[in-house]
């Protein structure tokens, strides 16, 4: 018996040793060819592993603990693995977990890894950190995939963990609760689906949670109540629906920033919420939440952001909000609020952005508005305001934006706005406002965008040609008498102008013969007023210019009826409403377009009808889309360095490390920047070709930030960081950014050279049709999409372009595309709160920048869609985004029934076969990218996964018979 107890105690305490032996049983020299083994899988077409672990090798197996990226117990045994941003191309297949049982750190973040996840990895016993986020860095290398394996919930030590920005799917396995000691739990941008589980309530020390940007969808798990140390919770863009129960909020007592924006979260906001006194940030935008503000959020005295907008609010504005002193943004637009603005809300001292557009509030504005002196932006378009404009509004010195459109507001414009010295745009339409125009709105001398339209302004057009940076002046529907000023084209006034539209007024005289004067202009409407004199001299002035479209119909022109060159030149709305001109000209019949018969009269006049109405609706949303601005500033900006200040001494030079050259190399080879080595000249300064004496060619992007209007004054720390950002980028589709440096009062960023140039010249030149075959169009689309996938999706933060169009497209020698100028606009306005430069070319800006005034990745996801169709027909997709803007209008949806074959690029002979499927592919989801609302197109992501499919999508139908309204349905 004695015996059997002895042999029973022998057995029990080796398997208790087993574990224990297994640890000893592993040396340092079997993990270090482990790891060789694991590099051997890399991927040759990786260039850093050979340079950056070149210590992984066989010959120096003995000296485990030096190699790069590689930290050691005191056992000498692999404790972590920080493999961070080497550019690694591989997987976890050749990874033997078994083989580190003592790995407390994994990190393989902002690498090309892919492939699933293996269950092996709850082997890691002793993990406290694994970070395998920011992987899919490029659609070749997708980043990991598959589900999350269940046996991550193995690992009970695990403290943080990083997913993030990977193509995971599945669920969120309830393993995970099993993880007690988890304070950092990052899920975002990935494609995780169905609900959260409850069992992540088990996770009681949770300080961040990130499921952000997946499609997770069902209601909150009351467990997650029990995650009381939450001070992080970021839910948004997902599906989750159902309401915010008081029990859930009530125990987030110490939640600095919630986060849970576009979702379908309805019913009431909780009055609970004001339990959370530690706020900071509340965004609860773009969802359903319905019923009143609660009177509770006044005790949430700490917040600095209050976003409420895009939801379906009733009842009045809390007086309660007047206590929130330290809110920097209050966004409670398009909402159905009524009532009247509290007047509390003049005690916001620190308010920056007042967004209260789009609802139904009532009364006048209140002069205590005018206390709020750190104002910068007031929305309060789409109202049922009435009275006037306070006086006090005049205090507000820091306003950069104003808009009180469509409103019900009388009165004449107060003089006291002309104090407001920092205001960019001043948009007033669709009101009741009188009298004239004061002659003070020529004080505003950094004003760009103005709109007066749609009121009952009289008298004649003032002398404001101080507004030197003035782009857009729209004067139209009102009562304005008069001749067109000559001062609005002399050089020391308005010639910045892009967009000037003085139509239905009253206005006599003729067309000033200085409109040549206007270089940038790109939108003149003088018509239904009174103007007279001979046509051939007003358009004498219009053809030296690049303008995209004009109309000065319905005025008293005469004259001789132009020649046939000129008719051909114009819209035919041109030419509509000149009796006078008629009776001159028995209009050539050699001009197909102004045929005499009345049938034809009858449909000219229909179709300069639907032309003029959708020039109104078109020319609304391009009017407003100038006004790019980012419409919620959510933090404050640190202070700026004026050029003037220490600029000069400031020489920087950051550049990557592969990069063999000097900035005086780069001098000396463009002759201290020569006119001759100019290559171009954009918004933002000229760009020179470099050809150093290693052979290297590089391109300069000169910015002058001393006597240029369009380069805004700097915070250098700022830009210095975020250029560090900026050189870290590796994708095959963004062109290279060197780095940057300062001289003389200038920055110069240093970018690779692309010889072939632009898409735009390819697609509009020879090589349109000798090289541009449906391959290589079908190739370009694909790696525009993949760039632009990788710049949302995998770059933290996410960046968006703000500008594609075929011109900032260039091509390698094999026609590759390289997205360029990625990043330009954001650098040069990253720090400045008062520069608003147009950012984006008309033509390619989403439909919505008309009314939310913010660029989002849709709006680049827009732009796309417009290059990848204008790729395809060999022309700008005009006609087709007409078609998308009025859907209402019959002649409109008579061009989605065109067919494909017609509409595509009539240079080349159709596509057949695979190739077919492949070119519908395309234009089936280009079609869905140009959608007006945004919430309904495609992100990056998806789009160029689907162009990048190994198998094609059948036709649905012959390709000779498949039309634009099939191909759209089609993304449905």
């Not at 992984?56 to 590689?70: G, M, R």
């Not at 690992?155 to 993030?164: A, R, T």
């Not at 409403?577 to 018969?597: D, F, I, M, Q, V």
Request: proline share 5%; glycine share 6%; charged share 15%.
């Amino acid at each position: 018996m004695q015996l059997k107890t002895m042999t029973f105690h022998y057995i029990l305490l080796l398997l208790f040793a087993l574990p224990l032996i297994k640890t000893t049983s592993i040396s340092p020299r079997k993990q270090a060819e482990s790891l060789i083994k694991w590099k051997a899988g890399f991927s040759p077409s990786s260039s850093s592993p050979p340079s950056l672990l070149h210590s992984w090798s066989l010959t120096n197996l003995n000296s485990l603990c030096n190699w790069t990226a590689i930290v050691c117990t005191k056992t000498r045994t692999v404790s972590e693995i920080q493999l961070s941003g080497m550019e690694i191309n591989g997987t976890l297949a050749l990874f033997d977990f078994s083989l580190f049982p003592n790995l407390t750190h994994f990190n393989l973040s902002g690498n090309y890894f892919r492939g699933p996840i293996p269950s092996a990895i709850g082997n890691l016993s002793r993990l406290t950190t694994l970070d395998l986020s920011n992987n899919a860095l490029d659609d070749n290398y997708s980043g990991f995939s598959g589900p999350i394996p269940d046996n991550i919930g193995l690992i009970s030590g695990l403290q943080h963990i990083d997913l993030s920005r990977n193509l995971l799917e599945g669920k969120i396995p309830p393993s995970i609760g099993k993880l007690r000691d988890l304070q950092f739990l990052y899920l975002s941008y990935n494609s995780l689906y169905s609900s959260i589980p409850s069992q992540l309530g088990l996770c009681t020390n949770l300080t961040y949670l990130s499921l952000s940007s997946n499609k997770l969808n069902g209601e909150l798990p009351l467990s997650l109540s029990n995650l009381k140390n939450l001070v992080q919770l970021h839910l948004s863009y997902n599906l989750f629906i159902g309401q915010i129960l008081p029990s859930l909020v009530s125990n987030w007592t110490k939640l600095v920033y919630l986060y849970l924006p576009d979702n379908s979260f309805s019913g009431t906001i909780s009055a609970e919420i004001g339990q959370l006194t530690q706020l900071q940030s509340l965004s609860l935008y773009s969802n359903k939440f319905s019923g009143e503000i609660p009177q509770s959020l006044g005790k949430l005295t700490q917040l600095h952001v209050l976003d409420l907008s895009d939801n379906d609010l009733t009842g009045e504005i809390p007086q309660s909000l007047g206590k929130l002193t330290q809110l920097h943004v209050l966004d409670l637009s398009d909402n159905d609020l009524t009532g009247e603005i509290p007047q509390s809300l003049g005690k916001l001292s620190l308010l920056q952005g007042l967004y209260l557009s789009d609802n139904h509030l009532t009364g006048e504005i209140p002069q205590s508005l005018g206390k709020l002196t750190q104002l910068q932006l007031l929305y309060l378009s789409d109202n049922h305001f009435t009275g006037e404009i306070p006086q006090s509004l005049g205090k507000l010195t820091k306003l950069q934006e104003l808009q009180l459109s469509a409103n019900s507001f009388t009165g004449e414009i107060p003089q006291s706005l002309g104090k407001l010295t920092q205001l960019q745009l001043l948009y007033l339409p669709d009101n009741h406002f009188t009298g004239e125009i004061p002659q003070s709105l020529g004080n505003l001398s950094h004003l760009e965008y103005l709109d007066l339209s749609a009121n009952n302004f009289t008298g004649v057009i003032p002398r404001i040609s101080g507004m030197l940076d003035l782009k857009l002046l729209l004067l139209s529907n009102n009562n304005l008498t008069g001749v067109i000023p000559i001062h609005l084209f002399l050089a020391v006034g308005l010639t910045g102008l892009v967009y000037l539209n003085l139509s239905s007024n009253s206005l006599s005289g003729a067309i000033p013969s200085k409109l040549h004067m206007l270089t940038e202009l790109e939108v003149f409407n003088a018509s239904h007023n009174h103007l007279s004199g001979e046509i051939q001299s007003a358009l004498a002035d219009l053809l030296t210019l690049n303008i995209s479209s004009y109309d000065f119909s319905y005025n008293n022109l005469t004259g001789p009826f132009p020649p046939c060159s000129i008719i051909n030149t114009f819209s035919t709305g041109t030419f509509v409403g000149y009796y006078g001109l008629w009776s001159h000209a028995g209009r050539p019949t050699e001009c197909k377009s102004y045929s005499t018969n009345s049938k034809s009269a009858n449909k000219n006049i229909v179709s300069v009808f639907l032309y003029s109405l959708w020039g109104f609706t078109v020319g609304a949303i391009s009017i407003a889309a100038l006004f790019l601005m980012f419409r919620k500033r959510s933090t404050i900006r640190p202070p700026v360095i004026k050029p003037s200040q220490n600029f000069e001494s400031f020489e920087a030079m950051i550049l990557q490390e592969e990069v063999k050259f000097t900035f005086a190399e780069v001098v000396k080879a463009v002759d201290d920047f020569h006119e001759k080595y100019c290559i171009g000249e954009g918004g933002f300064g000229k760009v020179y070709k470099a050809e150093l004496q290693s052979g290297q060619v590089v391109a300069v992007k000169r910015l002058n930030t001393n006597d240029s209007n369009d380069v805004p004054a700097i915070n250098l720390q700022s830009f210095q960081n975020e250029i560090r950002t900026l050189t870290t980028i590796r994708h095959r589709n963004v062109i290279r950014l060197y780095g940057f440096s300062t001289r003389k009062g200038c920055i110069f960023l240093l970018y690779e050279y692309l010889e072939r140039g632009s898409l735009g010249k390819a697609l509009y030149g020879v090589e349109g049709v000798t090289e541009l075959g449906w391959p290589t169009r079908v190739k370009i689309v694909q790696g525009l999409a993949c760039a632009l996938s990788y710049l949302h999706h995998d770059c933290s933060p996410p960046i968006v372009h703000r500008d594609v169009t075929v011109n900032n497209v260039l091509l390698e020698q094999d026609f590759e595309p390289r997205l360029s100028d990625f990043g330009t606009a954001k650098l040069l306005s990253i720090d400045s709160s008062n520069w608003t430069n147009i950012v984006g070319t008309l033509g390619y800006m989403a439909p919505e920048l008309a009314y939310i005034m913010q660029v989002t990745d849709k709006c680049d996801v827009y732009s796309f869609g417009v290059v990848a169709l204008e790729v395809m027909m060999g022309r700008h997709p005009r006609d087709i985004l007409e078609s998308q803007l009025l859907e209402s209008s019959t002649s409109m949806k008579g061009n989605a029934d065109l067919l494909l074959k017609d509409v595509l690029d009539q240079r080349l002979e159709p596509p057949a076969n695979e190739l077919a499927k492949a070119v519908v592919l395309v234009m089936s989801i280009a079609l869905g990218c140009i959608r007006t609302r945004p919430g309904l197109r495609p992100t990056m992501h998806f789009v160029s996964q689907n162009l990048s499919a190994q198998s094609l999508p059948c036709l649905p139908e012959p390709f000779g018979m498949l039309t634009i309204n099939k191909l759209s349905a089609l993304q449905n």
